[in-house]
């Protein structure tokens, strides 16, 4: 008896001991299971503690013998349902398995352990609207300060703002709670501010460096950022303790794919798809691989595999319209039309059917319900990606002031004179893909893809002044010397090292939005070439506004930011023409595909590079292209495309308003 009178549990101490034994010492805790019952051999908390010990050593059959009539006894205990999950996950009966771990949340859903094991096997069956949902109350059920239940609620159900003002809050006053960076993390990476999520995890990482969730989360926020050799560091690290974990794999193959090792991507998601077969979300990932190598019948089949095992996924619909040389049947057709008016459809999926929607309308010739689909999907994309335009207003107005003459004349000796960097920019579906791999079709050329370094750089230039915002980009230029300048050349030269791996002196850099950076590229790579990849504004606009785009290119959901972005841009190169004459060379799409063979010798000669025949043959290029152009540039050129747009001028009254002057002067 207690001191109040109460009797006492004497075995309660040894079961607490046993259990704790488990994680470290199954062995252990097994013989002291057996030692315990053989004085009570019926106490279902010693037998649970023997089932889940001879589970953790394999012992799947002898743990299901011992934990099944436990079950049957104790329906409602949530932890005996959980290891008999377990155990049937161990036997391969994946449907017993997911019965009993639903059993198991159903009646304690803050049992974490029992949401992760339930997702992970959601995922293995590709269900993966149901493995998310698993995930995200893992997420939840793994939080245990109370403090912190208000802002897990907020972010299971969505609530990402009254989720981050509640963590923000509790941070002021417990700064180094790291559970709470962790969950503010997680919500800016939902909320894309990819690089606050990075700082939060980073932090949280040096404090408990062998936290695998939040080294995951680390490297996942840097591949969002494109900082692929980072993300891969910490990927790495997670694959030496755990190499078979798919999540760790998957993202992996991301990273390398960003890098442009698609011979490793491939051989990652054909060794996952061996074991995952059924998820739809790999199949569509290594379509996506597949069809940067040019191997397009493999990426049909594996697109074709991704929607029979998930016909709601509108991404993998998308992906085969966009490659631009398939056609949808009548009944894949219907299926598109039926699936984007699904009230319950998620968002993603709705806008992804509404653009594959549009390019089966427009092979069909029918472009009014063609446009009516793309401008469909672009609504409901830029309610989800606003775009503010008076953001490039004031850096053109501050480019065109700082960059004069005199400015850029005091400092042309001032960067690296490495002259390795080909530059193509101008507005993405102008014909930077063609002239990429026109370019990398000479044997001194490289190659790569879109690199985010430009970017990257300027924002880490922004961030590290005082108080900065992107308002004090340029001008914050005018105050660096003349050597940081070159130490950013060169910086910039060893960021970009991983993508050449040909060993080429020449390589090229094809990311269209650095045309806002022309002005910074000039002083810390005065000797690097730089090509304005330029389209009739109607063409390359209207060619924007049917695409829908993985990233980074929100102003093209809406025809009258798309003018006026166009507008913007031509206004900014004039300058740089004025003020650093043939500082930028400029290669018109239309006159490349009139004249190949003369507009292909100067652009060589613009490059310092002697005339090859192979340029002419790009075509036959077997070099990997990430780009949605990648079908185009595998066949010769073509005029087919050059007067599209006109079939929707009906709908295209806003892009010309916006485009004022460039529409008559934009080769000017």
């Known amino acids: 008896m207690s001191q109040t009178g109460a009797p006492t549990d004497p075995m309660a101490a040894r079961v607490v001991q046993a259990a704790a034994r488990l994680a470290t010492d199954p062995r252990g805790a097994e013989a002291e299971a057996r030692r315990l019952l053989q004085g009570a051999p019926q106490d279902p908390r010693l037998l649970l503690i023997l089932g889940s010990a001879l589970r953790r050593q394999g012992q799947f059959r002898p743990a299901l013998s011992v934990v099944a009539p436990l079950a049957r006894a104790y329906p409602r205990a949530a932890n005996t349902q959980y290891e008999l999950g377990m155990i049937q996950l161990g036997l391969e009966d994946r449907a017993a398995a997911a019965d009993a771990l639903r059993r198991a949340v159903a009646l304690n859903p803050d049992q974490a352990e029992a949401w992760r094991a339930l997702g992970d096997l959601l995922f293995l069956e590709g269900d993966a609207e149901g493995a998310d949902t698993a995930f995200l109350e893992f997420a939840r059920a793994s939080v245990t300060s109370p403090a912190l239940k208000p802002a897990a609620l907020d972010i299971r159900h969505g609530r990402l703002e009254a989720a981050a003002a509640k963590l923000r809050t509790h941070l002021l006053r417990t700064p180094n709670d790291l559970d709470a960076l962790a969950m503010l993390g997680g919500v800016y990476v939902r909320e894309g501010r990819w690089r606050d999520a990075e700082t939060l995890f980073a932090h949280a990482l040096e404090a408990v460096p062998d936290s695998r969730a939040n080294r995951f989360s680390l490297a996942n926020a840097l591949f969002l950022q494109q900082k692929a050799p980072q993300g891969l560091a910490e990927i790495n690290r997670l694959l030496e303790a755990d190499p078979a974990n798919p999540a760790y794999r998957n993202l992996q193959a991301a990273c390398l794919a960003l890098i442009g090792d698609h011979?490793?991507?491939?051989?990652?998601?054909?060794?996952?798809?061996?074991?995952?077969?059924?998820?739809?979300?790999?199949?569509?990932?290594?379509?996506?691989?597949?069809?940067?190598?040019?191997?397009?019948?493999?990426?049909?089949?594996?697109?074709?595999?991704?929607?029979?095992?998930?016909?709601?996924?509108?991404?993998a619909y998308w992906s085969l319209a966009n490659l631009k040389v398939v056609k949808f049947t009548p009944e894949e057709e219907a299926a598109i039309a039926r699936m984007a008016d699904t009230p319950t459809l998620a968002d993603e999926d709705r806008i992804h059917l509404h653009y594959a929607m549009g390019k089966a309308r427009e092979d069909g010739g029918r472009h009014g319900e063609a446009f009516d689909h793309f401008?469909?999907?672009?609504?409901?994309?830029?309610?989800?990606?606003?775009?503010?335009?008076?953001?490039?207003?004031?850096?053109?107005?501050?480019?065109?002031?700082?960059?004069?003459?005199?400015?850029?004349?005091?400092?042309?000796?001032?960067?690296?004179?490495?002259?390795?960097?080909?530059?193509?920019?101008?507005?993405?579906?102008?014909?930077?893909?063609?002239?990429?791999?026109?370019?990398?079709?000479?044997?001194?050329?490289?190659?790569?893809?879109?690199?985010?370094?430009?970017?990257?750089?300027?924002?880490?230039?922004?961030?590290?002044?005082?108080?900065?915002?992107?308002?004090?980009?340029?001008?914050?230029?005018?105050?660096?010397?003349?050597?940081?300048?070159?130490?950013?050349?060169?910086?910039?030269?060893?960021?970009?090292?991983?993508?050449?791996?040909?060993?080429?002196?020449?390589?090229?850099?094809?990311?269209?939005?650095?045309?806002?950076?022309?002005?910074?590229?000039?002083?810390?790579?005065?000797?690097?070439r730089i090509i304005d990849a330029?389209?009739?504004?109607?063409?390359?606009?209207?060619?924007?506004?049917?695409?829908?785009?993985?990233?980074?290119?929100?102003?093209?959901?809406?025809?009258?930011?798309?003018?006026?972005?166009?507008?913007?841009?031509?206004?900014?190169?004039?300058?740089?023409?004025?003020?650093?004459?043939?500082?930028?060379?400029?290669?018109?799409?239309?006159?490349?595909?009139?004249?190949?063979?003369?507009?292909?010798?100067?652009?060589?000669?613009?490059?310092?590079?002697?005339?090859?025949?192979?340029?002419?043959?790009?075509?036959?290029?077997?070099?990997?292209?990430?780009?949605?152009?990648?079908?185009?540039?595998?066949?010769?050129?073509?005029?087919?495309?050059?007067d599209q747009w006109r079939h929707y001028a009906p709908w295209l009254a806003p892009l010309a308003e916006a485009l004022g002057p460039a529409l008559e002067h934009w080769r000017d």
């Open 263 to 315: 011979a490793a991507v491939n051989r990652i998601y054909e060794d996952l798809l061996a074991t995952y077969g059924r998820q739809p979300k790999i199949w569509l990932n290594y379509g996506h691989s597949l069809r940067a190598v040019g191997r397009q019948e493999e990426a049909v089949a594996a697109y074709r595999r991704s929607i029979a095992l998930a016909p709601g996924l509108g991404e």
């Open 375 to 528: 401008a469909r999907g672009a609504a409901l994309r830029r309610a989800r990606s606003p775009y503010d335009i008076e953001e490039l207003k004031g850096l053109v107005s501050r480019s065109r002031r700082l960059f004069t003459p005199d400015f850029l004349d005091a400092r042309r000796d001032a960067g690296s004179d490495d002259d390795a960097p080909i530059f193509i920019l101008g507005l993405p579906r102008s014909g930077s893909t063609l002239v990429e791999q026109i370019l990398a079709s000479h044997s001194r050329v490289e190659g790569t893809m879109e690199l985010p370094d430009i970017n990257h750089m300027v924002q880490d230039l922004i961030r590290a002044v005082p108080g900065g915002t992107s308002a004090s980009y340029p001008d914050l230029l005018a105050e660096l010397p003349p050597a940081r300048l070159k130490a950013l050349g060169e910086d910039y030269i060893a960021r970009t090292r991983v993508h050449r791996v040909m060993g080429r002196p020449l390589f090229i850099d094809k990311m269209p939005n650095n045309f806002q950076h022309v002005g910074f590229i000039r002083l810390i790579l005065p000797r690097a």
């Open 534 to 642: 330029r389209r009739h504004p109607m063409g390359a606009c209207f060619s924007a506004f049917k695409q829908h785009f993985a990233l980074g290119q929100d102003f093209s959901y809406d025809l009258t930011d798309l003018g006026t972005y166009y507008r913007l841009y031509a206004e900014l190169m004039a300058h740089f023409d004025a003020v650093a004459p043939g500082a930028v060379y400029r290669v018109i799409y239309e006159d490349l595909v009139e004249d190949t063979e003369g507009q292909v010798r100067r652009l060589l000669a613009a490059c310092g590079l002697p005339f090859e025949a192979e340029c002419l043959e790009f075509y036959r290029n077997t070099r990997a292209v990430r780009t949605v152009s990648s079908e185009q540039v595998r066949r010769p050129i073509f005029r087919d495309g050059l």
